[in-house]
C-alpha cells in the first residue's frame, strides 16, 4: 500500500499527554476519524527531541518510553506507550540515506522513543500496534539537509511508511507567556509566512528560512523543533501540495500549525 501523504506536526509541551485544555489534544485524538484514516505499515519519526552528530536510527525489537523531561507533574511519568520496534525500517532508512550521499548513519540499539514520538502516538495510535522508528536531526546541519534526507527517503511511501515529522512551528520557550496571553506579533507574522510559504510550494524559501522569514530567530533560536518540518517536507517531493490541518496556540509562543503534504500521483 502506498501512502502518498506525510505530516509535520506540532507537538507543544509534554503535558499535551495530560492536559485536557490544550486545543491540539483534540486534533490528535482525532487523527484517525477525521484527518488520516489510512493504517500505515509502520511509522518513522523524525523527533526535535533527538539530536546527534550524524543521522541514527533506533534500532530495536520493542519501544521504551523516555521521559526526556523534568519538573513535570508525576501523571506524564506514569504514562506508557510502547509500540513494537521496526528494526527492518531503521535498515531501511540506513540504506537509503547512505545511497543517497550521507557518509554515516549510525544504529543505536537501545533508545526508545522520546516525547517528540510518544506524546502525539499516544492519541493517534493508542493501540500502540504500529511498529515505530525514529530518526535523529541534525542541529548542526541547515534545512537543506534534513530536506535532502526527506529526498531520500521518499521511496519508504511506496511502502506502506507513515513519515511524522515532530516538532513545533514556532518554539522559543524563553519568551512564553501566561496561557491565555495575545500571541505577539514577531510569533504570527513567521508562523503565516510560514503558512503562506507551504501552501505556494516556496519549499526553497522554507529551506533557506533564516534569510527569507520574518523574525527566525525568535521563532526558532535553536533549529532542532524546526527541521523535521524539512524531512516531512521533501519526503513528499517538489510538486508536492502542503495543507494546514491544524493551527493552535498555548503560552502565547508556541505554536501547533501541523501540515500534511501530498506527493503528486
Known sequence: MALMETFYLSHGAPTLAIDETVPARKFFQSWQQSVYKEKPTSILVISAHWETAQPTVNVVDRNDTIYDFYGFPKPLYQIKYAPPGAPELAKR??????????????????????????????????????????????????????????KALAPLREEGVLILGSGSAVHNLGSRLPDGSPVPSWALEFDNWLKDALIEGRY?????????????????????????????????????????????????????ASYQFTAPK
Not at 140 to 146: F, K, L, S, V, Y
Not at 208 to 221: G, L
Not at 229 to 249: F, I, R, T
Request: aromatic share 10%; glycine share 8%.
Open 93 to 150: 532508512v540506513k540504506e537509503l540515506l547512505l545511497a543517497s550521499g550521507i557518509e554515516h548513519v549510525d544504529e543505536d540499539k537501545k533508545r526508545g522513543l522520546d516525547h517528540g514520538a510518544w506524546v502525539p502516538l499516544m492519541f493517534m495510535y493508542p493501540q500502540a500496534d504500529i511498529p515505530v522508528c525514529q530518526l535523529s536531526v541534525q542541529s548542526d546541519r541547515d534545512g537543506t539537509h534534513h530536506y535532502n534526507m526527506g
Open 204 to 256: 526553497e524559501d522554507v529551506n533557506h528560512y533564516e534569510s527569507k522569514a520574518p523574525h527566525p530567530k525568535m521563532a526558532h533560536p535553536w533549529p532542532d523543533h524546526f527541521y523535521p518540518l524539512h524531512v516531512a517536507m521533501g519526503a513528499a517531493g517538489e510538486d508536492s501540495k502542503a495543507n494546514l490541518v491544524h493551527s493552535s496556540w498555548t503560552d502565547g509562543t508556541l505554536s501547533y
